[in-house]
T-cell receptor
């Protein structure tokens, strides 16, 4: 029972390159989230998926796209990376039963854009 | 836009000291959570408080939810080096969209 897994753990990109961050969960949760974490700014929501087949923008969606491939997998794509996207990215799922919204996080992907 | 203001942002103390971290908002939340994050890892849930005035204890950690459900505090008694980490509060809005509002975090360093 791995919980929430993310790949890769580390990535260095050049400005303008593209990449996809992968996230998978085996907790059978419906909702999945992508956050970015920057020093002094806590966690900011990029996109979320309330259920398979649906996605919605969060607080900072510009420059990102997402795909909810199935119930288990939720990917985040950077089409043309910029230095401002240097950050640590976390995927999370949520246990909304009994509506406490407790989130379970993956280990993170540390991305540097040069 | 709902905000959670967390203070202090940084705290460096000696082993054995007590400390309190605060999480404040002008908005009401249906529940509030505290997470702890160690370097290189994702946040891990410590506790969820739901009822106004609720107090929960986890060994040396005491969590309180304000009576009006707008604020919360985390108190650590006799801090130990193992308590070092980033502490995050997160509130669930009344709209229950499944999205959480996170505070900026408090970085705690406990020196032996």
């Amino acid at each position: 029972n791995a919980g929430v897994t993310q790949t890769p753990k580390f990535q260095v990109l050049k400005t303008g390159q593209s990449m996809t961050l992968q996230c998978a969960q085996d907790m059978n949760h419906n909702s999945m989230y992508w956050y970015r974490q920057d020093p002094g700014m806590g966690l900011r929501l990029i996109y979320y998926s309330a259920s398979e087949g649906t996605t919605d923008k969060g607080e900072v969606p510009n420059g990102y796209n997402v795909s909810r491939l199935n119930k288990r997998e939720f990917s985040l794509r950077l089409e043309s990376a910029a230095p401002s996207q240097t950050s640590v990215y976390f995927c999370a799922t949520i246990n909304r039963d009994p509506s406490y919204n407790e989130q379970f996080f993956g280990p993170g992907t540390r991305l540097t854009v040069l | 836009t709902q905000l959670l203001e967390q203070s202090p942002q940084f705290l460096s103390i000696q082993e054995g000291e007590n400390l309190t971290v605060y999480c404040n908002s002008s908005s009401v939340f249906s529940s509030l959570q505290w997470y702890r994050q160690e370097p290189g890892e994702g946040p891990v849930l410590l506790v969820t408080v739901v009822t106004g005035g609720e107090v929960k204890k986890l060994k040396r950690l005491t969590f309180q939810f304000g009576d009006a459900r707008k604020d919360s505090s985390l108190h650590i008694t006799a801090a130990q080096p193992g308590d070092t980490g980033l502490y995050l509060c997160a509130g669930a809005p009344l709209s229950n969209t499944g999205k959480l509002i996170f505070g900026q975090g408090t970085t705690l360093q406990v020196k032996p």
